[in-house]
């Protein structure tokens, strides 16, 4: 079975600093899909991210990029430039082939001003 | 349009209660999912739909019943319910269940089921 594990269950920055979120995963796979999903107090899940598994290439998204490690299975969240609307829970995704989603615990980012 | 709607935003039901939740997309995504999410966990995945079909059922006790009466269109009827089934229930819709990169699941903003 797929897991993934994020071991931060909360972590702090400072407004405009840099903060990064670990995440681990195992899989058998080699053809995956890796997700960072962010969850605001309103509750809805909203997609930061995304990094496909035979892609070497770390994915970019404005302030947010990746570090995968494929050989390590690792795919580390920064967020550059940290703004107050980035507090939320974060929590990294593993899709399989089969396109069922595995989520990671989550880690609670709070920005002090 | 990115958007998955979900109704009521909050419920609160006796355990003898029936209810039903309600998710809708205009994406023309041909798979449909429910989650339920505990406080500080991670959505936990109950149900998938695909092309209208039920295609996993994650061993979820039958007081939950899905259905899909179309492809827009996803609902969970609720009956005797018990307290530790108080959670949020969250939504999602991908264009279908395959591996294409592009096949990400756009999720609803959940409906907050208390039960007393």
Same mark, same amino acid.
């Given at each position: 079975?797929? *897991?993934?594990? $994020?071991?931060?269950?909360?972590?702090?920055? #400072?407004?405009?600093?840099?903060?990064?979120?670990?995440? *681990?995963?195992?899989?058998?796979?080699?053809?995956?899909?890796? +997700?960072?999903?962010?969850?605001?107090?309103?509750? #809805?899940? %909203?997609?930061? %991210?995304? #990094?496909?598994? @035979? !892609? $070497?290439?770390?994915?970019?998204?404005?302030?947010?990029?990746?570090?995968? $490690? !494929?050989?390590? !299975?690792?795919?580390?969240? !920064? %967020?550059?430039?940290?703004?107050?609307?980035?507090?939320?829970?974060? +929590?990294?995704?593993?899709?399989?082939?089969?396109?069922? +989603? @595995? +989520?990671? *615990?989550?880690?609670?980012?709070?920005? %002090?001003? | 349009?990115? &958007?998955?709607?979900?109704?009521?935003?909050?419920?609160?039901?006796?355990?003898?209660?029936?209810?039903?939740?309600?998710? &809708?997309?205009?994406?023309?995504?041909?798979?449909?999912?429910?989650?339920?999410?505990?406080?500080?966990?991670?959505?936990?995945?109950?149900?998938?739909?695909?092309?209208?079909?039920?295609?996993?059922? =994650?061993?979820?006790?039958?007081?939950?019943?899905? &259905?899909?009466?179309?492809?827009?269109?996803?609902?969970?009827?609720?009956?005797?319910?018990?307290? =530790?089934?108080?959670?949020?229930?969250?939504?999602?819709?991908?264009?279908?269940?395959?591996?294409?990169?592009?096949?990400?699941?756009?999720?609803?903003?959940?409906?907050?089921?208390?039960?007393?």
């Amino acid at each position: 079975a797929q *897991t993934v594990t $994020q071991s931060q269950p909360e972590m702090s920055v #400072q407004e405009a600093e840099t903060v990064t979120l670990s995440c *681990t995963y195992d899989t058998s796979e080699s053809d995956y899909y890796l +997700f960072w999903y962010k969850q605001p107090p309103s509750r #809805q899940m %909203i997609l930061v %991210i995304r #990094q496909e598994a @035979y !892609k $070497q290439q770390n994915a970019t998204e404005n302030r947010f990029s990746v570090n995968f $490690q !494929k050989a390590a !299975k690792s795919f580390s969240l !920064k %967020i550059s430039d940290s703004q107050l609307g980035d507090a939320a829970m974060y +929590f990294c995704a593993y899709r399989s082939p089969g396109n069922q +989603f @595995y +989520f990671g *615990t989550g880690t609670s980012l709070t920005v %002090i001003p | 349009d990115t &958007e998955v709607t979900q109704t009521p935003k909050h419920l609160v039901m006796g355990m003898t209660n029936k209810k039903s939740l309600k998710c &809708e997309q205009h994406m023309g995504h041909r798979a449909m999912y429910w989650y339920k999410q505990k406080a500080k966990k991670p959505p936990e995945l109950m149900f998938v739909y695909s092309y209208e079909k039920l295609s996993i059922n =994650e061993s979820v006790p039958s007081r939950f019943s899905p &259905e899909c009466p179309n492809s827009s269109l996803l609902n969970l009827h609720l009956h005797a319910l018990q307290p =530790e089934d108080s959670a949020l229930y969250l939504c999602a819709s991908s264009q279908d269940t395959s591996r294409l990169a592009k096949n990400i699941q756009y999720f609803g903003a959940g409906t907050r089921l208390s039960v007393l």
